[in-house]
């Protein structure tokens, strides 16, 4: 089923600001994120004519688009360094400390333990967990999203949350022990 042009904008509007939470974690800066949704409506626009709702509905799909312009544009960023202005490497170097690092308040540093751990998980990893566990995809939505086998999907959402779960034990074991 061939939705309307009308139909087609009103659905894929919708998905914007999920959109924008998960370009967010793939390019992690504002800016980055933003021009990647704006390229991944601009090309889901052009591609309107191709979309057939009933084939795997437009979450994975603008998902999808996404993902693949992340992914050309990190192979080519790799390829070719790009030099930052001595301004900005000298504004991050007087940078005043993250007040995180003064913070006595427990469930805020859970969060930022939180935040690094999912960090550093490996990309293929923090795109998966994300589309699950915040944007509630299905496994299903995520091999579509991310053509992958919905084995690979299962497989890496388990290994995130081992992983993650090995760092909070960690955490929970420090905590535990600077209280004594």
Known sequence: MKPT?????????EQLDML????????RQPDR???????TYL???????SFDLQSMGIRPWLVRI???????RSQRDRRHPVSMDQEIL??????PPSAANFSQDQFQHMDERL?????????????????????????????????????????RLYRAR??????????????????E
């Open 90 to 95: 000298e504004a991050a170097q007087a940078a």
């Open 162 to 179: 081992q992983r993650l779960s090995q760092d909070l034990r960690d955490f929970a074991s420090e905590e535990r022990i600077g209280r």
């Open 5 to 13: 042009a009308a139909e087609f904008e009103r659905l894929a509007l």
């Open 115 to 155: 935040v690094k751990a999912l960090n550093q998980l490996p990309e293929e990893y923090q795109v998966v967990i994300l589309l699950w566990a915040v944007e509630e995809l299905s496994y299903q939505e995520i091999a579509d999203a991310l053509e992958i086998p919905i084995g690979t999907v299962m497989s």
């Open 43 to 49: 090309r889901a626009f052009r591609s309107r004519e």
């Open 66 to 72: 996404m993902h693949n312009l992340h992914f050309s």
């Open 20 to 27: 924008y939470r998960v370009a967010h974690r793939l390019a």
């Open 33 to 39: 994120a933003a021009d990647l949704v704006q390229e």
